[in-house]
């Protein structure tokens, strides 16, 4: 016979493992749309995403690639000197995002067009995303800004 002491223990450690494994299943939960991955154009092309998938594309935005549509529509091409792949974007675009600048877009890749559903640009002249410098160092076209 077990004693009452083993017992209780043996209770309290299979709670305590019940407890972790719905804590764990509840962030996974909560992040399942939260999470966005960063792909540079370069990983876009050569291992195109599903459309389902929801993820952050970054680069400069390509030289005489902005097409201005009806009302809010744009498309451009976004390039980190490896690739290139076609954007569209509807609705308001920011202040300083402009033909050679950087910038990061979240949405899909959807017959082979990145359709965005957000598009940031720098928000300051100097400014770029770590990962957007590192995608155009890894293709050898980032040049360090002047001061």
């Known amino acids: 016979m077990r004693s009452l002491k083993k017992t209780r223990r043996i209770q309290v450690l299979v709670l305590a493992?019940?407890?972790?494994?719905?804590?764990?299943?509840?962030?996974?939960y909560g992040f399942?749309?939260?999470?966005?991955?960063?792909?540079?154009p370069s990983q876009v092309a050569e291992a195109p995403p599903p459309p389902s998938e929801v993820f952050r594309i970054g680069g400069?935005?390509?030289?005489?690639?902005?097409?201005?549509?009806?009302?809010t529509s744009v498309t451009f091409r976004v390039t980190d000197g490896g690739a290139s792949i076609p954007a569209t974007y509807?609705?308001?675009?920011?202040?300083?995002f402009n033909e050679g600048e950087g910038m990061v877009g979240t949405?899909?890749?959807?017959?082979?067009?990145?359709?965005?559903?957000e598009v940031l640009a720098?928000?300051?002249?100097?400014?770029?995303?770590?990962?957007?410098?590192?995608?155009l160092k890894e293709q050898g076209v980032y040049q360090t800004p002047e001061s």
């Open 32 to 40: 399942r749309d939260g999470i966005n991955f960063f792909r540079s």
């Open 107 to 117: 949405g899909s890749y959807v017959d082979g067009v990145f359709v965005a559903t």
């Open 90 to 96: 509807t609705g308001v675009l920011p202040d300083l």
């Open 122 to 135: 720098r928000h300051d002249e100097t400014y770029m995303p770590k990962e957007v410098i590192d995608a």
């Open 17 to 28: 493992a019940v407890a972790l494994a719905g804590s764990a299943a509840l962030i996974g």
């Open 60 to 71: 400069l935005v390509e030289e005489g690639s902005i097409v201005r549509g009806e009302g």
